[in-house]
């Protein structure tokens, strides 16, 4: 290895290191009571690592995930059998995974710099400004605070998982890409090429937002390779062929497995193709501010309704930037980045809503590498021709000035946000004191009670109760809240208010279950003769109380 190559090397690895112990801060969480349940904590399909796993993992589609995520599924049975259920394994994991992904995002950006021929922008001998690049890279990608849900989230082993096998595809087709036009074709360019494909089939396994990279690899064979000319441009789309099959297959099991469990998209009738428009725009919008100003981050931002005007002025800005970028002949760069950006996104946006969220912070997890990289090569070339030109000591420190107190902010803002990640306590109630709704308020009940807080689960059961009839949902909804919020007061010793709720549930929907626990609290008021009867009805009811 020459010293060159071992400095880039040692650089990815503070990269990693550096990204590792900021995320160390998460390992202090518990499971959350949102998907980690269902993901991890009480899937009983990976509690062994054995033939029964792979069949489940490569086979079924839960119906809490709805998509085919088969490494996901391993990677949690790995977790198992040397964790256990302790949170501290899992989490760790994910933060291990991300810590890889920064250093594979210093190698990415490096191939890329290569192509461009960007390290002779520096006037220095030394190769200290240009590693200083590749670092602040991997850091804009790995510090930021849009990777916390990605990471202290454990459902969300997906998006690190997918993580580091799309990063490894992009990579060795960089090197692949290098190997081609400098030298011809070898034993080590065509294992690049099949490292790459085959790191590309594991990326969709676990998690098939990655399916938009053969698409990615064109753009970057644009710009920066340069591979796209009229004499290669051929050779180069035919190269692309395994990739493309690869992505088709991936696009046409996904819309299978979406039919199956009953349709992936919100039906028309309700999501209107305006609406759809006009939400993508907001979130393409509020993923680029995020990305600069990473500020209002929420565990959930909901569609809004009706849609606010703000929500259309934004995507007539999102439009502008986009015909902006394809029109302007200057600069390559831009439309780029622009594109390898909303690329990964697209899967996500509401053209394709299959769910009540507008956005979040974890659809950026791949959309952002592309950006973090132009972004740290604009601020060192920025930085270094203030220095050739002599623009003063004065300009050159507030540059470093500057970009050292933007990941400092980035660090800090990561650090709060781990905080809001710790327990269903501090993730409901971020969610509560910005956007609340009737889920929000159920489920921080719900952990209310595990944890013996009862008085404050009845006054959140409430309030869900109280939104779920003032937005007229389904009857099954008010029914089940009255079951938990009477489960709430039965264990708080209000038996009397615990039998009216119950009491009024099975005015409703006659659950045997309701029967038995009203039953408890009617024997616990001493009124025998009632629990009996319900005792009775309730036959061999007499488990917990659950959603129906």
Known sequence: MNNSRKQIIITSAVAGLITLLLFLRALSGEFLNYDDGDFAQYNLAI??????????????????????????????????????????GYRLTNILLHAVNAFLVVLV?????????????????????YLGMLLLAGLLFGIHPLRVESVAWISERKDVLNGVFALS????????????????????????????????????????????????????????????????????????????????????????????????????????FGQRFITSGNALFEYMRLMLYPVGILPIHLLTTPIPVSHTVKTVIII?????????????????????????????????????????????????????????????????????????????????????????????MTQRLIDIWKDSDTFWTRQITHQPFDKAYFLRGGYYVSVGKYPAAVDDFTSCLDIILQEKMPQSFIVNVLAFRGDALAKGGRYEDAVKDFSAAIAMIPQPVYYYHRGVALKALGKLGDAEGDFKIAGEAKGIIRWF
């Open 47 to 88: 509690r062994n690592l054995d033939a029964n796993l792979i069949s489940y993992a490569f086979t079924s589609i839960p119906s809490f995930s709805g998509i085919w995520t088969p490494l996901v599924w391993i990677s949690f049975a790995v977790d198992y059998h040397f964790w256990g259920l302790d949170p501290l």
């Open 169 to 272: 595809s992009i990579l060795f087709y960089l090197r692949y890409a290098h190997g081609k036009e400098s030298t011809e074709e070898n034993v080590s360019t065509k294992r690049d090429y099949t490292v790459s494909l085959l790191f590309l089939l594991l990326s969709f396994m676990a998690k098939p937002v990655s399916v938009v990279i053969p698409v990615m690899l064109l753009v970057l064979d644009w710009y920066p390779l340069n591979r796209l000319n009229r004499g290669t441009i051929r050779s180069v789309l035919i190269e692309k062929t395994p990739y493309f099959v690869l992505m088709t297959g991936m696009i046409t099991l996904t819309l299978y497995m979406g039919a199956s469990e009953g349709g992936l998209l919100v039906p028309t009738e309700f999501f209107s």
């Open 320 to 412: 502008f930037i986009c015909i902006y970028f394809c029109i302007t002949r200057k600069r390559s760069w831009p439309l780029a980045t622009w594109l390898c950006f909303i690329m990964p996104i697209l899967p996500v946006l509401a053209f394709f809503q299959t769910n009540t969220v507008a956005f979040a912070a974890r659809y950026t997890y791949l959309p952002s590498v592309m950006p973090s990289i132009a972004g740290a090569a604009l601020i060192a070339v920025l930085y270094d021709k203030a220095r050739v030109r002599g623009k003063g000591h004065s300009l050159r420190l507030l540059t470093a000035g500057l970009s050292f107190g933007l990941l400092i902010f980035y660090a800090v």
């Open 109 to 129: 950006a490096n191939r890329l710099y290569m192509a461009k021929s960007v390290k002779p922008f520096f006037s220095s001998d030394s190769n200290f400004p």
